[in-house]
């Protein structure tokens, strides 16, 4: 055998010996593949096995960092939440326009990642992000000028409408795949498709067929946010 071939075999036996590269995996690289994940199918349903293949690891490994799939949701959750509380700009004085900053940021978030928003109802994070946005809208309600009884009253209302409303239109645009806006902060319709009713039987729903058709899912996200507000405000009065 020459000098050249006995020197190209070497490394092949040594890269041999040691098999494939081993992963250094941490919760923050986990928690940042998992939202690559969650964008890059816009699924309603996250899949632990893609996390895997995007992290170069056996699905199981993520769990030697998280105790189970609701944990790993739960974190992925709080690093969503986060993001919303990130994109509100305005002064804490300007307490209206801090709700509905973090009204609309949820619904762009939840849109980009729509199978992380699915758990939005029924997981409780108690992370840095889940908690910021708790104390900015007993912020802004305390502001407002609402009883200390008032103000968390209106907190349970209006987190609940943002929370369960971005969730079903994060849900819904996903469901319509390729005809979701492409922009999470798009507007998509408000209804999947045009009301089949007979107008013998539901004469105003036939009626207004083609305006309910021309509903936009963010308009009537933040009007419903913008009432609720404005009904604290006559609270306060």
Do not use: N
């Amino acid at each position: 055998m020459s000098t050249t071939s006995a020197a190209t075999a070497t490394p092949s036996k040594t890269a041999a010996r040691r098999g494939p590269r081993k992963v250094r995996l941490d919760t923050t690289k986990i928690v940042a593949a998992g939202l690559e994940v969650a964008e890059e199918t816009g699924s309603d349903t996250f899949s632990p096995k893609l996390l895997g293949d995007k992290l170069g690891v056996d699905p199981s490994a993520v769990y030697r960092h998280f105790q189970s799939k609701r944990h790993l949701m739960e974190a992925l959750l709080d690093a969503v939440h986060l993001r919303t509380v990130e994109a509100v700009t305005a002064p804490p004085e300007a307490w209206r326009d801090r709700v509905i900053q973090l009204a609309d940021a949820t619904l762009s978030e939840y849109c980009r990642f729509p199978s992380i928003a699915a758990e939005a109802m029924t997981l409780t994070t108690h992370g840095p992000g889940e908690l910021s946005a708790v104390e900015l809208l007993l912020d802004a309600f305390s502001r407002a000028g609402l009883s200390e009884e008032e103000v968390v009253k209106q907190y349970a209302l209006v987190s609940a409408y943002i929370l369960s409303m971005a969730s079903g239109i994060a849900r819904s645009r996903a469901d319509l795949g390729e005809l979701r806006p492409a922009d999470p902060s798009d507007e998509g319709p408000w209804l999947d498709g045009p009301i089949l009713a007979d107008p013998r039987s539901y004469p105003l729903t036939a009626r207004f067929t083609l305006q309910l058709t021309e509903l936009r899912d963010r308009e009537i996200f933040l009007q419903g946010v913008t009432s609720l507000i404005d009904a604290a405000e006559r609270a306060a009065r």
